[in-house]
C-alpha cells in the first residue's frame, strides 16, 4: 500500500461533473503536483482531502487506512495539513496565535484546566511554543511573531500560512497554489522552502500550481486535471509533452 | 515606547507582562477596595451595578467577541441563574451550594442553546437566541409553582454559613468585586489556552479552523456553556441586588443592554466588558436627569429670548412628553449603538488605545494606525 492513494473519486455538483473518477498516488517523501487550467478541479480535490466536500464515490487511503469516512477537524491530527488558494489566516490574532492554532490537533489539555490554567497547560503550552519557534527560524519569520495578520503584505502571509500547516507537524501538506500573488523572488524563495520542507523535514508535498516554472523545479510528477478528468501523470517533462495536455492547455 | 527584551516563554504567557501592569492594576484594584470606604451608599451600589454588568459583559465577550457567535438571549440566562438562586434559596439550600448551582444549570442550558449554533450563523443565530430568550420569558410567567409567575419573587439577604450579606453591604460589594475579577482571569486564563484560540479561530475562519483540527461544533458549545455559566453567576447576584425578581425584568431591552457593553466597551478585549459597563450603568441616570432637566432648560432659554411664557410652558410640557414616551429609551440606545459602529468600532477601549498610543508615540503618532482597511481577497468560505 502507498503512502496515500485517491482511488477513482468523485465529487458532483448536481449535474456537475466537478471530480470524475481521479485516480493517483504519492509515495513518501514525494513532491506531487496537480496542474490543469481554471476549473478543471483542482482546489476541489484538496477540499476532498481535507474533508471539507464529502466525494460522491471513491475512496481516500491514507497510510494504509481509508479516511473517507473521517469528520475534518481530525485529518489535522491524522497528519495532513493544508493550506488555502486565497489565505485563511487568522486575520485579527497575531502571526504567534495563528501558529499556535496550527498546534490545536496536539493539545491534550481540557477546558477546565485551560479556565484555571494549571501548570500542566502552562507546561504544554512551553512545549507548543518550542514547536512554533523551530517553524519560525525555518521559514525565516522572527520578525513577524506579534505582528497581527491584517496588517502583514500579502506575500508574508502566503509564508505564514505554510507555517501554520508546518506547526501541525503534518506527515502530509497539501499546498494550494503556493505561489499565487507571489512576485519571481518571492516564488523563488517558496521553490527553495517547499524542497526543504521535503528534504530537511521529511514530508511528503502534494501541491496545485499555475507557474510552471516553480512546478518544473520542485516536482518529482505531476498530474494534470482538465474537467475533472486526469489527463496524464508523469514527469514535468513527460506531462507537458504530452499532446491531451497540449490540447487543454492551448486548444485542440 | 516601552521595548521588553523577551528571553524566556513565559514572558508570553504571562498574564501580567511587565511592571507596568503590576502599578497600574495593582493601583486599580486597591482603589476598587477603598472605594465602599470612601463613597456614599449611592455610589457604590452603582458600581456594584457595573461589576454584575461587567461579569454578563466578560461572558458575552467570550461568546460574541472571541468565538464571533452573537446572542440577544442573555438576559434569559442571568433569569436563569436569578431564579435558580431564588428557588434554592427558598428551599433552604445555602448560598455556597446553590451559587455554583445556578452557574452548572444556566451553563447547561446554554450548551443546549449552543446546538442550533452548529447550524445558524449572523442574523438567524440572533434570531434563535432572541427565541430562546421569549421561551425562558414565558415559561418563568407560567410555571407559578417554581416562580410564582409576574408576582415575581422575593429574594432574601445573602448569607455565607450564617453570616449575613445585605445588598447595600461592604462584604456584598466584595464578593461581586471577586466574581468579576474571577471570571476575567477565567476569560484570560482562556485566551491564552487551546481553547481560547480555538474560539478566535472560529471567529476569524471557520474552515480553516476546521482543517487545523479544532471540531467546531464542540467548541462553539463550550463558548455557550461557559458564556451561559459565568452570566448565571451574575444573576445570582443581579437577584440578590435587586431583592425581588419578576419575568418582565428579564426583557429582550435587557439583552440589548448587555449587547451595548461590549458593543460601546470594545468587542475585541477583556476590558471593553468593563468599559461598556460603566458606560451602560452611568448612562441611565445621565438619560434620566436629562429628561427632566432638558425641558425646564429649554423652556427658560426660549422664554429668555422673549417667548412669550405660556408659549415657553407649552414648549416645556410638549418636550417632557416626549421626554417620557414609551421606548425612548430603546430608540436612544439603537442610536448609540449605530453611532459607535460608524464612528467608534472599536469601542470605548479602542479609544483608550490610540489616545495611550498617542502618548507613547508623542509627536510621532500618524492618524492611519487605526485607519480600518477593506479586505477583498476573502476565499471561498466552503460552507
Not at chain 2, 104 to 129: D, E, Q, S
Not at chain 2, 154 to 171: C, N, Q, S
Not at chain 2, 192 to 198: L, M, V
Not at chain 2, 308 to 334: E, F, H, N, P, V
Request: one cysteine or more; glycine letters at 8%.
Amino acid at each position: 500500500m502507498s503512502f496515500f492513494t485517491v482511488d477513482s473519486i468523485s465529487l458532483q455538483f448536481g449535474g456537475l461533473k466537478a471530480v470524475d473518477s481521479v485516480s493517483f498516488s504519492v509515495a513518501k517523501g514525494e513532491i506531487f503536483t496537480i496542474i490543469g487550467p481554471n476549473g478543471a478541479g483542482k482546489t476541489s480535490i484538496f477540499n476532498l482531502i481535507s474533508r471539507l466536500y464529502n466525494p460522491t464515490s471513491g475512496k481516500l487511503f491514507f497510510e494504509g487506512s481509508d479516511i473517507t469516512e473521517v469528520p475534518p477537524h481530525q485529518i489535522a491530527k491524522l497528519g495532513i495539513a493544508r493550506t488555502f488558494q486565497n489565505i485563511e489566516l487568522f486575520e485579527n490574532a497575531t502571526m504567534l496565535a495563528n501558529l499556535l492554532v496550527g498546534r490545536h490537533c496536539h493539545a491534550t489539555t481540557q477546558l477546565w484546566q485551560d479556565m484555571l490554567f494549571l501548570p500542566s497547560v502552562r507546561r504544554a503550552e512551553k512545549e507548543h511554543r518550542h514547536k512554533v519557534e523551530e517553524v519560525i527560524e525555518f521559514l525565516d519569520l522572527q520578525a513577524y511573531r506579534e505582528k497581527l495578520i491584517a496588517g502583514l503584505p500579502y506575500g508574508v502571509r502566503k509564508v505564514i500560512e505554510v507555517a501554520r500547516a508546518l506547526c501541525s507537524e503534518p506527515k502530509l501538506i497539501l499546498l494550494d497554489e503556493p505561489s499565487s500573488g507571489l512576485n519571481v523572488e518571492e516564488t523563488d524563495d517558496m521553490s527553495f522552502w517547499i524542497r526543504d520542507i521535503r528534504t530537511e523535514l521529511g514530508i511528503t508535498v502534494l501541491m496545485v500550481e499555475h507557474d510552471m516554472s516553480l512546478v518544473n523545479r520542485v516536482s518529482d510528477r505531476v498530474l494534470a486535471l482538465n474537467y475533472g478528468k486526469v489527463l496524464a501523470t508523469g514527469t514535468p517533462a513527460e506531462v507537458q509533452a504530452h499532446p491531451d495536455v497540449i490540447a487543454a492547455y492551448l486548444g485542440a | 515606547m516601552r521595548f521588553i527584551f523577551k528571553t524566556d516563554y513565559d514572558q508570553d504567557i504571562r498574564i501580567l507582562k511587565h511592571g507596568g501592569y503590576w502599578w497600574s492594576y495593582g493601583i486599580l484594584l486597591a482603589a476598587l477596595i477603598a472605594l465602599p470606604f470612601l463613597v456614599g451608599s449611592y455610589l457604590q451600589s452603582q458600581v456594584v451595578f457595573v461589576f454584575i454588568y461587567a461579569i454578563v459583559g466578560v461572558a458575552l465577550m467570550i461568546l460574541t467577541g472571541f468565538t464571533g457567535q452573537a446572542s440577544l438571549g442573555h438576559a434569559a440566562f442571568l433569569a436563569i441563574g436569578a431564579y435558580t438562586a431564588a428557588y434554592l434559596q427558598k428551599l433552604g439550600v445555602p448560598f455556597i451550594v446553590y451559587f455554583p448551582a445556578a452557574a452548572i444549570l444556566t451553563g447547561i442550558v446554554g450548551a443546549m442553546v449552543g446546538f442550533p449554533a452548529l447550524r445558524l450563523t449572523g442574523i438567524y443565530l440572533v434570531i434563535a437566541t432572541i427565541a430562546f430568550a421569549f421561551i425562558v420569558e414565558e415559561i418563568l410567567a407560567r410555571w407559578e409553582s417554581v416562580t410564582h409567575g409576574n408576582e415575581g419573587m422575593r429574594v432574601r439577604t445573602l448569607d455565607i454559613v450564617g453570616m449575613p450579606l445585605p445588598r447595600d453591604g461592604e462584604a456584598f460589594y466584595f464578593l461581586c468585586l471577586l466574581t468579576l475579577v474571577g471570571s476575567i482571569v477565567l476569560a484570560l486564563n482562556l485566551l491564552r489556552s487551546p481553547t481560547g484560540r480555538a474560539f478566535v479561530a472560529i471567529r476569524d475562519s471557520e474552515t480553516a479552523g476546521k482543517s487545523m483540527g479544532i471540531d467546531l461544533a464542540a467548541y462553539k458549545v463550550k463558548s455557550f456553556a461557559i458564556s451561559a455559566a459565568i452570566t448565571g453567576l451574575a444573576g445570582v447576584l443581579f437577584a440578590h441586588k435587586m431583592t425581588f425578581i419578576s419575568p418582565e425584568m428579564f426583557t429582550l431591552l435587557l439583552s440589548i443592554e448587555f449587547i451595548m457593553v461590549i458593543i460601546i466597551g470594545g468587542a475585541f478585549g477583556v476590558h471593553g466588558a468593563v468599559f461598556g459597563a460603566i458606560f451602560i450603568v452611568m448612562v441611565d441616570p445621565f438619560l434620566t436627569a436629562l429628561k427632566d432637566d432638558v425641558p425646564v432648560l429649554a423652556a427658560s432659554v426660549a422664554s429668555s429670548f422673549g417667548m412669550a411664557s405660556d408659549a415657553a410652558a407649552k414648549l416645556r410640557d410638549t418636550m417632557s412628553s416626549i421626554g417620557s414616551a414609551a421606548g425612548l429609551k430603546g430608540a436612544i440606545y439603537g442610536l448609540i449603538i449605530m453611532m459607535f459602529i460608524l464612528f467608534e468600532p472599536y469601542g470605548l477601549y479602542g479609544r483608550w488605545l490610540k489616545v495611550k498610543l498617542f502618548f507613547q508615540l508623542f509627536p510621532l503618532y500618524k492618524k492611519a494606525t487605526f485607519k480600518r482597511q477593506k479586505t477583498y481577497v476573502k476565499s471561498e468560505r466552503n460552507r
